[in-house]
C-alpha cells in the first residue's frame, strides 16, 4: 500500500520514470530485501561497510548479520531491530529500484528523508498513515452491507489488516467473499472469542500462503509444514485477537478466548462472515461469525490444538 | 551476588518460547526450562524451584491465571511475569491481585526482557 503511495512521490519529484516506478512495483514481489539495504536506511551501515561484508559473505558461509557483527559494524541488538524491519514495505521498493539500477541506496534514502520532512511527519506519523489508509479500506469494502454488521466486523477487520501490515506484510488487501461456506484451505486455524459479545475467528490458509506468513512471524525461514510453521500463524492469530480483546476491553467490553485449534482439510458452514486477505505472495481467508454456535466445522483428519 | 537465574517458560507456543529461549540465552541466563501449559507449570515449579516464569495466560488444560495461583501457593518467592497479548484490564487485575512481580504485553520485545531481568538481577543483588 504505501510503495505505490511514496513511488508516485519519487515520479512526482521526478526521481524516477513511470516506466521506472512500474518496472519496480512489479519487480518488488519477486524481491527479497536484504540486510544491507536496512542496515544503510536505518544509518547503522555505511554502503562501503555493506560491501565489505558482502565480499566476506563469498568466501564463507555465515548470514549478513553475524559477519557484521564479528566486523563490529552491527551490534547484536541492531541485527534483532534490521529483522524486523525486513518486513517494511518501502523496503522492497528500494530493493527494486536498486536491483533495477534505476536509484542508489543512498539517493533512496535521501527522497525517504525529504518525503518525511516535506509531510513533516514522525516516525509515528509515517507508521499512522500507513495505518489510516486501512479504515477507509476496510469500511470501503464493508460499504455494500448493512450499518449493523459492517460495525460488527469492520473494528475487527480493520485491526485484522493493521497487524498484518505491522507484522506480517503491508501490501495486504481485503476483499468480502460471496458466500457461506468456507473451501478447505488446507489448513483452519480457529480461536473463539467468548464473553458478552461472543465470536467466531478463523485463517483457512494453503500450504504456500502458511509458509510465507509463518516465516516472517516467525523470522525465520519455514520451508516445511511442521509444528513451527502452524504454530506462527495461529500465534499470529492469537496476537491478533489478544490486541482485539485490550482494544474491547478500553471501549468496556470485557472479552476472553480461547486457545487457538488447527485442523487440516476443514470445512466450515453456517452464518458466517468471510474475508479474502490478498498478501503480496498469495491469499487466504479471515472466517468470522458472531454467532459461534451456529458454526460447524468439519475436519476428516481430526483437530490439533495448540 | 546471584548472578544465575533459574528461568521457567510456560507458553503453549513453540514460537514463544523458543524466541523467549534465544533472548534469556543472549541474557546469559543459563538455566532454561519449558512448560507447554498451566498443569506442567506447576508440577515443573515444584519440581525445579526457579526464581522467575514467564506466563502465558490463554492456554490448553490449565491457563496462565490458574497456574499463578496454584504456584503461589507453595512457592511465594517465585516472581511470576504474565506474558500475554490479552493485556485486558480483567487479565491485568486478576493476574496482580494474585501475585504476579510483572505482565508483559505480546509480542515480547527484546528490550522488554533484557530490562525485566537487569531489573530482577539488581533487586536479587540488593537482597542478598
Given at each position: 500500500?504505501?510503495?505505490?503511495?511514496?513511488?508516485?512521490?519519487?515520479?512526482?519529484?521526478?526521481?524516477?520514470?513511470?516506466?521506472?516506478?512500474?518496472?519496480?512495483?512489479?519487480?518488488?514481489?519477486?524481491?527479497?530485501?536484504?540486510?544491507?539495504?536496512?542496515?544503510?536506511?536505518?544509518?547503522?551501515?555505511?554502503?562501503?561497510?555493506?560491501?565489505?561484508?558482502?565480499?566476506?559473505?563469498?568466501?564463507?558461509?555465515?548470514?549478513f548479520g553475524e559477519i557484521a557483527v564479528e566486523l563490529g559494524y552491527l551490534t547484536e541488538e541492531q541485527v534483532e531491530s534490521l529483522i524486523s524491519h525486513q518486513k517494511q514495505s518501502h523496503l522492497y521498493l528500494a530493493q527494486a529500484l536498486v536491483d533495477r539500477g534505476y536509484m542508489t541506496i543512498d539517493e533512496f534514502g535521501a527522497a525517504l528523508n525529504e518525503y518525511k520532512k516535506d509531510n513533516?511527519?514522525?516516525?509515528?506519523?509515517?507508521?499512522?498513515?500507513?495505518?489510516?489508509?486501512?479504515?477507509?479500506?476496510?469500511?470501503?469494502?464493508?460499504?455494500?452491507?448493512?450499518?449493523?454488521?459492517a460495525a460488527k466486523y469492520g473494528k475487527y477487520l480493520s485491526l485484522f489488516a493493521k497487524n498484518m501490515i505491522r507484522f506480517i506484510d503491508d501490501q495486504v488487501y481485503l476483499e468480502v467473499s460471496e458466500t457461506n461456506n468456507v473451501t478447505p484451505g488446507n489448513w483452519l486455524i480457529k480461536q473463539d472469542v467468548v464473553g458478552t459479545s461472543p465470536l467466531f475467528t478463523g485463517i483457512s490458509i494453503n500450504d504456500e500462503t502458511l509458509l510465507y506468513v509463518a516465516s516472517i512471524y516467525a523470522e525465520e525461514e519455514l520451508t516445511e509444514i511442521d509444528a513451527l510453521a502452524k504454530?506462527?500463524?495461529?500465534?499470529?492469530?492469537?496476537?491478533?485477537?489478544?490486541?482485539?480483546?485490550?482494544?474491547?476491553?478500553?471501549?468496556?467490553?470485557?472479552?476472553?478466548?480461547?486457545p487457538q485449534q488447527v485442523f487440516e482439510s476443514a470445512t466450515v458452514s453456517g452464518d458466517l462472515f468471510q474475508v479474502t486477505v490478498n498478501t503480496s505472495k498469495g491469499a487466504f481467508q479471515v472466517v468470522l461469525s458472531d454467532n459461534p454456535s451456529n458454526i460447524a466445522v468439519e475436519s476428516a483428519t481430526g483437530t490439533q490444538t495448540v | 551476588m546471584k548472578k544465575n537465574l533459574k528461568v521457567l517458560i510456560c507458553d503453549d507456543s513453540i514460537l514463544i518460547r523458543k524466541k523467549l529461549r534465544s533472548v534469556l540465552e543472549k541474557c546469559k541466563i543459563e538455566e532454561i526450562f519449558e512448560a507447554e501449559n498451566g498443569a506442567i507449570a506447576v508440577e515443573q515449579a515444584k519440581e525445579?524451584?526457579?526464581?522467575?516464569?514467564?506466563?502465558?495466560?490463554?492456554?490448553?488444560?490449565?491457563?496462565?491465571?490458574?497456574?499463578?495461583?496454584?504456584?503461589?501457593?507453595?512457592?511465594?518467592?517465585?516472581?511470576?511475569?504474565?506474558?500475554s497479548s490479552a493485556g485486558t484490564s480483567d487479565h491485568l487485575k486478576e493476574a496482580l491481585s494474585n501475585g504476579a512481580y510483572d505482565f508483559i504485553q505480546k509480542p515480547v520485545s527484546f528490550e522488554s526482557v533484557t530490562l525485566l531481568i537487569e531489573k530482577i538481577l539488581k533487586e536479587e543483588s540488593a537482597n542478598v
Open positions: 500500500m504505501f510503495s505505490q503511495y511514496f513511488g508516485h512521490y519519487l515520479l512526482n519529484r521526478g526521481l524516477i520514470t513511470r516506466e521506472q516506478l512500474a518496472d519496480s512495483l512489479e519487480f518488488q514481489k519477486t524481491v527479497h530485501v536484504k540486510f544491507g539495504v536496512i542496515a544503510v536506511d536505518e544509518g547503522f551501515m555505511t554502503t562501503a561497510q555493506v560491501e565489505e561484508v558482502h565480499e566476506k559473505q563469498r568466501q564463507m558461509d555465515k548470514r513533516s511527519l514522525s516516525d509515528e506519523q509515517f507508521e499512522a498513515i500507513r495505518n489510516g489508509n486501512v479504515d477507509t479500506l476496510v469500511e470501503k469494502i464493508l460499504v455494500a452491507y448493512d450499518e449493523e454488521k504454530d506462527a500463524v495461529s500465534e499470529f492469530l492469537n496476537l491478533h485477537n489478544g490486541i482485539y480483546l485490550v482494544n474491547m476491553s478500553n471501549w468496556g467490553t470485557e472479552l476472553d478466548m480461547k | 525445579l524451584n526457579p526464581d522467575l516464569i514467564f506466563m502465558d495466560i490463554v492456554m490448553p488444560d490449565k491457563d496462565g491465571i490458574e497456574a499463578l495461583k496454584e504456584i503461589k501457593t507453595f512457592n511465594t518467592d517465585v516472581k511470576i511475569v504474565m506474558a
